[in-house]
């Protein structure tokens, strides 16, 4: 059992599903240290639209306890879409650290979007901090039909590789049983 609930990661509900707002711009906030949550939880208040993605993490802490957590796949960074007077009113939360603009805003919303699906999918999955490149790849049945990534090796294991290309960074799950198409 978690120490606390899975705070809300994405708000609203239907960001990825409803068409792109018409207003404003996706940009980075790039938090103070171990900010993330407290700046997603004001921007909810505040009615703002945000996605900062949430991974189950579980630590065996000394006496060989374990400890269950909700931790950001993406230490420092949460995603929002907001108009210039929005970005301003999430400057004031003075959670913030800076803001980095997003130069392909549709590339960044597809890679959202599937590591989202990916998260979702409830399975175990692994923050990938540096991405190399390998076998581009297209999931071809279940419930992550469609979504495309990179095939890795990483200690003997096969893994799906999602990234976000602004971050260079991504999540990975493990490809045994995931029927896969080369692209």
Known sequence: ??????????????????????????????????????????????????????????????????RSSFVPLFPGYVFSRVDDEQRRAVLATNTVARWIPIADERMLEHDLRSIKRLIDSDRPLTPEARLEPGQAVRVCSGPLRGLEGT????RGEERLVVAVQFLNQGASIEVEDVDLERL
């Open 1 to 66: 059992m978690p120490i606390l609930p899975k705070q809300r990661d994405t708000y609203p509900d239907d960001l990825f599903d409803a068409p792109s707002f018409s207003d404003g711009h996706w940009i980075a906030f790039y938090t103070l240290s171990r900010r993330e949550k407290d700046l997603m939880r004001r921007l909810e208040a505040a009615g703002i639209p945000f996605y900062g993605p949430l991974i189950h993490r579980r630590l065996r802490a000394a006496g060989g306890r374990t």
């Open 151 to 154: 095939v890795v090796r990483r």
